[in-house]
């Protein structure tokens, strides 16, 4: 039977989300592409919805913390 793991509701923390065990679909190929143009990038998105996540995501990518 496969594993149950928790959806991350509520999680902020990219660390936290990693070192739990909870679903998490990798998109730090997305984070390598940002970080590689020259352009600016205005990042909107709606209340509760993975801001502060993101950018623990990206202090984690400058940390080169590969695994947790």
Known sequence: MAEVRALP???QSFEKL???NYVYVDKT???YELTR???PYF???PR???KS???TTLK???EGKKTF
């Open 9 to 11: 509701i509520g999680i």
């Open 48 to 50: 509760r919805f993975g």
């Open 43 to 45: 990042l909107s998105r």
């Open 18 to 20: 990693r070192t739990e």
């Open 37 to 39: 143009t020259s352009k």
């Open 53 to 55: 996540l993101f950018l």
């Open 60 to 62: 984690a990518y400058f």
């Open 29 to 31: 190929h997305f984070v």
